[in-house]
T-cell receptor, first 110, second 114 residues
């Protein structure tokens, strides 16, 4: 049930771009993205409800391909504050369960 | 505004001892409530979720249990802790609905079983 994310870890220099992918084996109703700083609780970034819909948050955007059951998170012109672990989260078409992906550790260096 | 509380923040318990973690939400009614566990350096594992008072769904068979005695109170319990129960326990709430609303997390409880 747990979505699989890739890559597992990525290191960027400030200003570089990154893409994090999330793939599920189940049909999805929605995809969420969260960021977790070390030792803290995850913080909501964005949610995608419709297939193909892209949403943005400052320099972070995401897409959701409903047919392929995949989502991607795009981070452009990365900043030091983007460092953390990124999790996608998905909800199946039926039910109130919610499953987080395997996580992607992102480190931005000066 | 909505607020979610969890306590205690940290806990060190011996193997075989009982456990009770509490989570309360303020500023909303009839929320969906969730318990997650995160082992060191790992992802978030859904343990239980609840859509209403007394309605608990378990995702992983284990020695943990959950209860929702009041609309905005969610309790995680164990009669006898195992070493493998160590981890970061997170409570979260969302607006009731089928996965279409963001989850808001409490500060978490870091449990070490010795």
């Amino acid at each position: 049930q747990q979505p699989v994310q890739s890559p597992q870890a990525v290191i960027l220099r400030e200003g570089e771009d990154a893409v994090i992918n999330c793939s599920s084996s189940k049909a999805l109703y929605s995809v969420h993205w969260y960021r977790q700083k070390h030792g803290e609780a995850p913080v909501f970034l964005m949610i995608l409800l419709k297939g193909g819909e892209q949403k943005g948050h400052e320099k972070i955007s995401a897409s959701f391909n409903e047919k392929k059951q995949q989502s991607s998170l795009y981070l452009t012109a990365s900043q030091l504050s983007y460092s953390g672990t990124y999790f996608c989260g998905s909800s199946p078409l039926a039910g109130n369960q919610f499953y987080f992906g395997t996580g992607t550790s992102l480190t931005v260096i000066p | 505004s909505q607020t979610i509380h969890q306590w205690p923040a940290t806990l060190v318990q011996p193997v075989g001892s009982p456990l009770s973690l509490e989570c309360t939400v303020e500023g909303t009614s009839n929320p969906n409530l969730y318990w997650y566990r995160q082992a060191a350096g790992r992802g978030l594992q859904l343990l239980f979720y609840s859509v209403g008072i007394g309605q608990i769904s378990s995702e992983v068979p284990q020695n943990l249990s959950a209860s929702r005695p009041q609309d905005r109170q969610f309790i995680l319990s164990s009669k006898k802790l195992l070493l493998s129960d160590s981890g970061f326990y997170l409570c979260a709430w969302s607006v009731a609905g089928v996965g279409s609303y963001e989850q808001y997390f409490g500060p978490g409880t870091r449990l070490t079983v010795t």
